[in-house]
Structure formats: structure tokens, C-alpha cells
């Protein structure tokens, strides 16, 4: 079996939840025995010494990355990804690209085909999910790929025991902000509706307080162990009846890390139909998938007592695989011989 091989960045501030994902997987990558070819983790700092180091921990990779080695590549990487793939191949070496985002879906920054050219460069892509990968196949796609499903999510905290009985209640964790989740002021009016927020309610919001529980920011490990409400709600935009935007487009094709944090939580997840995780909640029994949040307040009373537990067990079991690594694990198994 080839060496599993990764390159360590240098990070913004350790608590951001941007940071998480990368991290974690580069802590699972040196659980399995993979060596870092940059340079040491780090973490803060001016962005200017930042871009240096980073830079720098290139360079290591261009001389330490040798012949048998597979490196993991968390995309997208700001610079350098198609020479990272150029330099591992002229010495022996495969490139398998992880991807976290697409940058032609999230911000429009690349064009498609820009995309499809740079993930060719690598020898093995692994998708966010079915849906991503199958529309990478679509447009153009030619290296070998397979797709995760949930983001893993590293951490001792576990739910602790509370009741959880009718009417069902509502978290949303996030950006709250107009721009990515004004629909929340339109779904406090839902009727049966009751909805906790977890994080900084902006001004422009603030006659949310009226309806809605606002909990404001608390750290990953206590809203795992201690987070309000019986399910949690993946959505973007400005409308009930679908996601709207570029992050609600996104969502058609992108893994949400927020799910993850949700089911950590002991939380079933909501999510929209014509979402990528519509498939993977309703397969896994782990929430519900809907068409629209009108009417959620009937669409969640309609949710038994016995379907809810059914629900909760199947979200402590893959929770359990997401604080152990274990869908990287699987989805470098399947790819990495």
C-alpha cells in the first residue's frame, strides 16, 4: 500500500469553525500513519506571515514528497494545486484532491471548466458527496473518484441525556445575517414553529428576539453536549419554499459541515429535498427531507414519539462514525490501494 502523505497549513484563529474541517481531517490523515510533507500546524498570525509560511511549507512538500507516496490534498488549495500534482507525479507519487469546496459552485470565482482542469491534474478525487461527484462525472470528470457523504467531526463532547418530547422544536446554528439566512424571519411566523438560534443576532434582526429563543455563540464542545431543540435546520436564502442564492444553489451539491455539528448534537436534521443531503438523511433515517419550510410546524407534528427515538438512534450511530474518522477512513480505502 502506498504512504499516505498530507500537507499542514497554517490556520486562522484554533476555535474558528472554518478551520474545523481541515484540521480534524488532518488529525485523522496522522491517526492512520500519514507524514506531513509542509511544514508544522499553525495557527494565528498576520495573514501576510501566514501566506509566507504556507508558501514555505510548498517548497518542503516540492522536496520531501518522493516515489510511492500518496498525497492528500484538501481542495480547494489557494495556490499551487496543479504544480502540488506536477511535481508528485514527476517523482512517483499520487495526488488524491478531497474536496471541501468547489469554487465554480460556491463563490464563482473559477469558471467550470477551470475546475474540472485542476482536479484532472490529481490522480483520485474524492467528492463531498454522491451528488457533487456525479456532476463532476457530468462535466467532465476523468480521474478515478468516489464520494463521502457527512463531513467527520473530531471531539470528546458528547450529548447529554435530556427529554425531548412534543411539539418539536427548531435549531439553526450559523451566520445569521439577511444575506444568507433571512428566511428565519419568515419562518418565526410559521405556525407550531419554535425556533432556537445559536449565534450573534445582527440589528437588522433583532425583532427576532420576540419570536425565537436566541441562544447567541457558545463553543463547538457545549452546543454538543447542551444544545436546545429536537431538530436541527440546514438551509440558505431568503424563501421558505426552496433555497435561494448562491448558497442555497450550493447546497444542491455541497456537504454542509454545520450537519455534522448538528448530529454530534444528538439533533435529526432538516433539509431540503432538492438538497445533495436529502439523499443521505432519508438513506441513513437520520431526519427529514422537505419541499418547502411552509407548513413545517404540521409537516413536524405529524413526526411520532416512536419515529422520533427511531431517529435519535440512528443519529447516535453515525455520530459515533463522525467523532471517530471514520468516513475518511472508508472513502481512502476504497481509492488508495
Not at 226 to 252: H, I, K, S
Not at 261 to 286: D, K
Request: charged content about 25%; some cysteine; overall charge positive.
Amino acid at each position: 500500500m502506498k504512504r499516505l502523505c498530507y500537507v499542514s497549513r497554517c490556520y486562522g484563529a484554533k476555535e474558528s469553525a472554518g478551520r474545523k474541517a481541515k484540521t480534524d481531517y488532518e488529525d485523522i490523515l496522522a491517526s492512520m500513519g500519514a507524514r506531513n510533507l509542509g511544514l508544522g500546524r499553525r495557527y494565528g498570525g498576520s495573514k501576510v506571515r501566514a501566506f509566507l509560511r504556507n508558501l514555505a511549507g510548498v517548497g518542503a512538500y516540492f522536496f520531501r514528497v518522493r516515489r510511492g507516496d500518496c498525497v492528500v490534498l484538501q481542495y480547494p488549495v489557494k495556490k499551487y494545486f496543479r504544480l502540488m500534482c506536477f511535481i508528485a507525479r514527476m517523482r512517483g507519487a499520487d495526488t488524491v484532491a478531497f474536496i471541501h469546496d468547489l469554487g465554480s459552485w460556491r463563490r464563482k470565482r473559477i469558471s467550470e471548466a477551470t475546475e474540472l482542469r485542476r482536479l484532472n491534474s490529481s490522480d483520485a478525487v474524492i467528492a463531498a458527496n454522491e451528488a457533487m461527484e456525479q456532476w463532476l462525472v457530468g462535466h467532465g470528470l476523468t480521474v478515478h473518484h468516489t464520494a463521502m457523504g457527512l463531513h467527520d467531526y473530531l471531539g470528546e463532547g458528547r450529548p447529554r441525556n435530556r427529554a425531548h418530547n412534543r411539539p418539536w422544536s427548531v435549531t439553526y446554528a450559523g451566520s445569521l445575517n439577511l444575506r444568507k439566512s433571512s428566511f428565519l424571519e419568515k419562518l418565526q411566523r410559521e405556525p407550531g414553529v419554535n425556533l432556537f438560534l445559536y449565534g450573534n443576532l445582527p440589528p437588522e434582526m433583532a425583532e427576532m428576539a420576540e419570536d425565537a429563543t436566541v441562544c447567541g455563540n457558545v463553543a463547538p464542545e457545549e452546543f454538543i453536549e447542551n444544545a436546545r431543540g429536537d431538530f436541527g435546520l440546514v438551509w440558505d436564502g431568503a424563501q421558505l419554499d426552496a433555497c435561494t442564492g448562491p448558497m442555497g444553489e450550493y447546497l444542491r451539491v455541497n456537504t454542509p459541515h454545520k450537519c455534522s455539528f448538528y448530529l454530534r448534537a444528538g439533533l435529526p436534521l432538516i433539509v431540503w429535498s432538492r438538497s445533495a443531503m436529502a439523499a443521505e438523511v432519508t438513506h441513513l433515517g437520520i431526519g427529514i427531507a422537505v419541499d418547502t419550510l411552509e407548513g413545517l410546524g404540521k409537516r413536524l407534528d405529524a413526526v411520532s414519539n416512536a419515529e422520533y427515538e427511531t431517529m435519535s438512534r440512528a443519529v447516535a450511530s453515525v455520530a459515533e462514525d463522525l467523532a471517530a474518522g471514520r468516513q475518511l477512513r472508508r472513502a481512502l480505502g476504497s481509492i488508495v490501494r
